[in-house]
């Protein structure tokens, strides 16, 4: 696995090398006339030992390092990038198609005569709407997939030897319903998010790194000082990448028992509710560097003049700079804010107009917007004025690189296998390889 990932081969291509590079033969403890191992053998090694076994190995060879005064606490680097699923992108009516046919194949080994029924009634339900409308034809086959995919759930629950809803066919049934009404769950509701984009990568997602593409992102978190990767995750393309960060400095300090002390993110770290989670003193207190937003210059009193208080009875009142108050008029689009409108007569006569309202003559009062994370917000405006930040900033395109040595020399752009578990090993094995190259260096 690790002259795979190290070259950018397949298995099968590990092996034939093994036959006439010696290097690979003496890598690999093998003799001169020892039998090369089966290709076969990488997958089945790979499942057996899963996701979190290789997890296990990739922080272990972490610890290692750490041994050999590699790796310190003092700052961690944390950016992501994205890779393409192992799938071609596909619209409504293929992808309907998609998830049909994977649910028949499933229900063939259990109910194959009740499946020769369906595939017949299917043709015959395409002839007749070979000539309508593709969105009408996506109406029918939508509907047709629904009872199908109901008539199953209903014989699954009904096999009368509860053992065998253990094996290794039902199991293949449930997953293939499961993405059935996955599907139909997107097209009853078009404007929920989160939406199926294949059904034979049923995790991956839609997202947009430039342009639009279906797959994942890859997140890294890396030392500053010595450039190894101390913890990745594969989220789908549609993840929180900024929520992130507090999964991959938990899943260090957990496997390692350490103390982070910093975390420098991009733009996306921007965010309210995950700044406060990194930034909380009782829960990962980190020292968190993010490039604010570029805002235009103010001309009027920004909202941090007007003073927010909470009420014993938790009701809010924000107080202007002369001293006039006002209640929660209505909430705005964001979530996490509240608008507060003066009446007109508050302002009317206020000497402080001119400074306050961004049009003097409106005949309406102030409006205010208070974000709930306001404080951490100004902790990051606060901040990037600092010759710390500066000094951070300057680094933080070492993670941007090592991502680039990922993508474009260990093959990390696109996925070899299907399903986030799987991606995921690829991405474990492939941090793997670059940090033994970047130890070697070190070591060396």
């Not at 990767?229 to 400095?249: C, K, S």
Request: with cysteine.
């Amino acid at each position: 696995l690790f002259l795979r990932f190290h070259y950018r081969l397949s298995d099968r291509q590990v092996m034939e090398r093994t036959v006439t590079d010696m290097a690979f033969r003496w890598f690999l403890s093998l003799g001169l006339h020892d039998k090369i191992p089966n290709h076969t053998n990488g997958t089945h090694f790979r499942k057996r030992i899963g996701a979190e076994g290789f997890q296990q190995v990739f922080q272990d060879l972490v610890t290692l390092a750490r041994e050999h005064g590699l790796v310190n606490d003092r700052l961690r680097l944390k950016d992501a990038t994205h890779l393409f699923a192992d799938i071609a992108k596909v619209g409504p009516l293929p992808l309907v198609a998609q998830v049909r046919e994977r649910l028949l194949q499933a229900a063939d080994p259990l109910f194959a005569e009740w499946v020769s029924q369906q595939r017949t009634l299917y043709a015959t339900l395409r002839q007749t709407t070979a000539e309508l409308p593709d969105d009408e034809r996506l109406a029918h086959r939508v509907e047709h997939l629904r009872g199908l995919a109901t008539t199953l759930q209903q014989q699954l629950a009904d096999l009368p030897t509860p053992p065998e809803k253990d094996s290794n066919p039902v199991q293949r049934l449930q997953r293939a319903l499961t993405v059935a009404f996955k599907l139909l769950a997107d097209r009853a509701d078009p404007e929920a998010g989160d939406r199926l984009a294949s059904a034979f990568d049923p995790d991956a997602r839609n997202g947009k790194h430039g342009q639009f593409y279906v797959g994942y992102l890859v997140d890294v978190a890396m030392d500053a000082d010595s450039e190894i990767i101390t913890a990745v995750n594969v989220l789908p393309a549609n993840g929180a990448e900024a929520a992130d960060a507090a999964t991959l400095i938990h899943q260090e300090e957990a496997a390692q028992g350490n103390d982070v002390q910093g975390l420098s993110m991009d733009g996306a770290g921007y965010n309210g509710p995950v700044l406060r989670e990194l930034t909380d003193p009782e829960g990962l207190n980190l020292d968190v560097t993010v490039p604010p937003p570029s805002t235009p210059e103010r001309t009027t009193f920004g909202p941090e003049r007007f003073a927010l208080q909470v009420l014993d009875n938790g009701a809010r009142v924000l107080t202007c700079p002369n001293g006039q108050t006002s209640r929660p008029r209505q909430h705005n689009a964001n979530p996490n804010a509240t608008q507060f409108t003066f009446k007109a007569d508050q302002c009317a006569g206020c000497p402080l107009r001119e400074q306050c309202l961004p049009n003097p003559a409106s005949k309406i009062g102030r409006t205010v917007v208070k974000n709930d994370y306001q404080a951490e917000y100004d902790k990051v405006q606060a901040k990037a004025k600092t010759p710390a930040y500066q000094q951070t900033r300057r680094v933080h395109p070492k993670i941007e690189r090592k991502l680039n040595d990922m993508a474009r020399h260990h093959r990390c752009r696109r996925a070899c296998y299907r399903g986030r578990p799987k991606v995921l090993v690829q991405v474990l094995l492939t941090a793997l390889v670059v940090n033994v190259k970047r130890i070697v260096k070190l070591l060396a």
